[in-house]
């Protein structure tokens, strides 16, 4: 495969300013491969990062390429990889660990203490290292899996974001035959519902507000608007006043904590995938958590799961196309992040493909 010297990447500038110009491809290191990458959804966190509101953590410096949800094609191969072969198509992930810390040694590496220490050999592409808005990128094989035949592209831009929902199911569990409730009716909470259900799960809830709500008409038993009625309430009725065995907040939105803590059952589970803004900040019922042993499971990142969710969607288990309403080539990146952010047209998930569709 011929690859050019140059590429197109939309660069960050500054704080809220970008633009989609030529840079240098870059070359695989020791472990790496060169990927040409081929779809990249936009994330909760990406309009964030490009605002640049935690400038100097998200993003380091500038000028900075963004972007995490990605599938493509490894088209170069580093010394020493084995594993991955030129033409191979490719799912992608944002945390790699240092490999050697305590954490990584867990197999906790998206816990990695070596965070932001790129020196070390940690990275997290998009956030602290450069992304995919970029036809190109090189990285760890350690963050790439292969991605099945009778999945797109498009489809394989979703294995991150499915990958969390994976990542907090695997530590609350799912009770099978059991109610599970998920807060917030985003991307991640309607793979929420989907998955539970693929894990065992016989009922599901959703609470959220009217336009979004919609979108998990065909996957909920339920549908909770907490826009006219109390979601606590209605969820304790709909339950007979059991609790659901699994809560899963996915909206980071003030008060929902409370209402995950509120809506299970004793002994229930609740996780915690929404990332809130800062100022969001909860007072929770302390002896309500201690006597109804309550358990909480902060989620964050997908270490080692992507392998499992391909698997679930290349087997229907977890279908994911129909999350993807949106797809926009590299240079109308303003317009696909404000359809993102505006969710224009029902937009859920927005794809960028910097090499045009996959025919
Ligand atoms: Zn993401
Ligand atoms: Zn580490």
Request: one cysteine or more.
């Amino acid at each position: 495969m011929t690859i050019p010297e140059e590429m197109d990447a939309l660069v960050l500038t500054g704080p809220g300013t970008f633009e989609v110009r030529k840079e240098p491809v870059p070359h695989p290191g020791p472990g790496e491969v060169l990927c040409r990458i081929r779809a990249i959804a936009i994330c909760g966190s990406d309009p964030e990062i490009i605002r640049g509101d935690i400038a100097g953590y998200w993003p380091p410096h500038y000028p900075f390429i963004a972007g995490h949800e990605w599938s493509g094609e490894v088209v170069a191969l580093g010394e020493g990889v084995t594993n991955f072969r030129e033409g191979d198509r490719v799912a992608g992930e944002a945390h790699k660990g240092c490999g050697y810390c305590s954490r990584c040694l867990e197999g906790r590496y998206n816990l990695c203490r070596n965070y932001m220490k790129p020196e070390t050999g940690h990275r997290h592409y998009g956030f602290t290292n450069n992304g995919a808005y970029a036809q190109y990128n090189a990285y760890s094989v350690k963050a790439i899996t292969h991605l099945p035949d009778n999945l797109s592209f498009r489809e394989g831009a979703l294995i991150d974001t499915a990958g969390i929902v994976a990542h907090a199911m695997e530590l609350t569990g799912i009770t099978p035959g059991g109610t599970v409730a998920v807060i917030g009716p985003g991307p991640i909470g309607l793979i929420a519902l989907r998955l539970a259900r693929a894990l065992g799960a016989a009922r599901t809830i959703i609470v959220g507000r009217k336009p979004r709500l919609a979108a998990a008409e065909s996957t909920a038993d339920h549908l909770v608007d907490f826009e006219s009625s109390d979601p606590v309430d209605t969820i304790r009725t709909i339950t007979g006043d059991f609790g659901v065995d699994e809560a899963f907040e996915c909206s980071g939105a003030l008060g929902t904590f409370n209402q995950a803590v509120r809506i299970v059952k004793r002994g229930g589970r609740i996780g915690l995938l929404g990332v809130p803004p800062k100022d969001v900040v909860e007072e929770l019922p302390f002896a309500y958590i201690v006597a109804n042993e309550i358990a909480v499971f902060g989620s964050k990142a997908n270490p080692h799961v992507a392998a499992g969710v391909l698997r679930l969607c290349a087997s229907k288990q977890l279908p994911i196309r129909d999350l993807i309403t949106h797809a926009f080539p590299l240079e109308s990146f303003g317009d696909a992040l404000d359809t993102f952010v505006r969710r224009r047209e029902g937009a859920l998930k927005v794809v960028i493909e910097p090499h045009g569709p996959e025919l």
